[in-house]
């Protein structure tokens, strides 16, 4: 009888067969706390006194005995060591195979790319045709792609347009950011005139139907997260093989990101708590299932209150013009509530835009 492959799945016996047999391939002495703090991403310190009262330990020691099993059918009985009590105990690989279970592993692996393999195929109308012409060019993949896609096979679509000025150097660009490669690229700000950047792309972002690209721009500011618009490059940008690549700081684009809405940071803007009231249960579901920020939090629930029925949740973040664009987007269904400062600047844009419709008869 054929056994199951012990890698593959999400179940606890395929997570913890993973780990332990990278324990075990390493040949160094192990127990059942080092597994399960690999699986908790913790130190064998942070678990509890008894190991038992983490989640799925049975599984675990169950696990051990299969693997361990597993391996001796191949290698032989005298393969492994072990030392200690049950509770305590220590195992260590020591059998002449490296990888006794390969095989075992190479079949997930092609399992998981011929997975792979099908979603490309299945998810093609997804990304842009210029994306797939630039990454399967030559490829068999390609001509299997266009036969799906003529014959009405593809089962994974956006609803955005993808047909954006430039997007076809998006391909090349992502490459120049992975290779580390200086960019010259002939831009034009808008209502500006044209400049050529010596640009070193950190990070691409789209927004809104827009794609961004974030960098290094030589002379100018800030010196890292300077803003280029995809559509706003002149022509397709040259490779500078010459001149050094400057990267940003480890996890600069985390930070960068992490406090506003979209992608735009504005002069003298600081973060602010905001509360903001949704006045129908409608438009209070779209934000708490789409939230604005990842620093959403609800302060009310949607109920009836002394004055009236609504909800109201927080975010923290510099008001920038796509917060602002969001909450206006919703119309009379959100109200900014605090800050007094955010809900004046709220303010203040609404009536502008009411200045644009005035009253007729």
Avoid at 15 to 28: D, V
Wanted: proline share 4%; net charge positive; aromatic share 14%.
């Amino acid at each position: 009888m054929q056994r199951s492959n012990l890698f593959d799945g999400d179940s606890y016996k395929a997570e913890f067969s993973r780990i332990t047999y990278r324990w075990l391939i390493s040949r160094r002495w192990f127990t059942y706390a080092n597994i399960m703090a690999d699986r908790l991403g913790c130190s064998v310190n942070e678990l509890p006194s008894n190991l038992s009262n983490c989640e799925g330990y049975g599984e675990l020691k169950k696990t051990v005995g299969i693997l361990k099993k597993a391996i001796c059918e191949k290698v032989g009985n005298d393969c492994f060591e072990e030392e200690g009590n049950n509770r305590n105990k220590c195992f260590r690989y020591i059998g002449k195979d490296n990888d006794p279970l390969a095989d075992m592993r190479n079949a997930k692996a092609i399992n998981n790319l011929r997975q792979y393999w099908k979603f490309c195929q299945d998810s093609a109308g997804f990304f842009p045709k210029s994306w797939l012409e630039y990454f399967f060019m030559d490829c068999q993949d390609l001509l299997d792609i266009k036969a799906r896609r003529q014959k009405g096979e593809l089962v994974i679509n956006a609803s955005l347009d993808r047909i954006l000025t430039n997007i076809e150097f998006l391909p090349f660009i992502y490459e120049a950011i992975t290779n580390k490669k200086v960019l010259q690229i002939n831009y034009k700000p808008f209502e500006e005139e044209s400049v050529m950047l010596l640009f070193h792309p950190h990070y691409l972002k789209e927004y809104n139907g827009r794609w961004h690209l974030f960098g290094h721009a030589e002379g100018k500011k800030p010196v890292y997260g300077y803003n280029i618009a995809l559509d706003r490059i002149q022509s397709k940008p040259r490779e500078r093989s010459k001149v050094k690549y400057v990267p940003a700081p480890k996890h600069f684009y985390d930070e960068f990101f992490k406090d506003i809405v979209g992608v735009s940071h504005m002069k003298d803007v600081q973060k602010e708590h905001i509360i903001i009231r949704a006045r129908t249960l409608y438009i209070f579901k779209l934000m708490d299932t789409k939230p604005l920020h990842q620093s959403y939090n609800v302060v009310k629930p949607f109920g009836l209150y002394d004055d009236g029925e609504y909800a109201e949740f927080s975010v923290d973040v510099e008001p920038n013009n796509e917060f602002y664009g969001h909450i206006i987007q919703m119309g009379a269904g959100l109200e900014i509530i605090s800050p007094d400062t955010i809900r004046h600047k709220m303010a203040q844009r609404i009536h502008e835009l009411a200045d644009l419709y005035p009253k007729t008869n």
